[in-house]
């Protein structure tokens, strides 16, 4: 599998670490000890498209969300992490 990073371009995966589920969002600060508990622990396993967080330790230091089949590995989209949190935000305020 190789991850085409926005910065580097195509990258063999030995040079990425997997860091988990893009998709997890942080509770509010007084949200309850269960809401806690499933946001350290547990974890959807999906079958088909799923976004995730790798970091590109052996190049630019990225991080990234890759949009990836886990079926078939086959990837649609990869962005820099940074990129869609700025987007996000700026959804979020307008
Ligand atoms: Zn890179």
């Known amino acids: 599998m190789r991850l085409n990073c926005p910065c580097c371009g195509p990258r063999g995966l030995e040079e990425f670490t997997y860091r988990g ?19 350290v622990y547990l974890r959807d396993n999906p079958a088909g498209w799923h976004r995730e967080l790798w970091y590109h330790a052996a190049g630019c230091h990225a991080w990234l969300v890759v949009t990836r089949d886990t079926r078939t590995h086959e990837i ?6 940074v990129d869609i949190a700025c987007h996000d935000r700026k959804s979020a305020a307008s």
């Open 76 to 81: 649609a989209d990869v962005a820099r992490a």
């Open 21 to 39: 589920d893009a998709t997890v969002r942080r509770p509010a600060v007084n949200a309850t000890a269960s809401d806690w508990v499933d946001y």
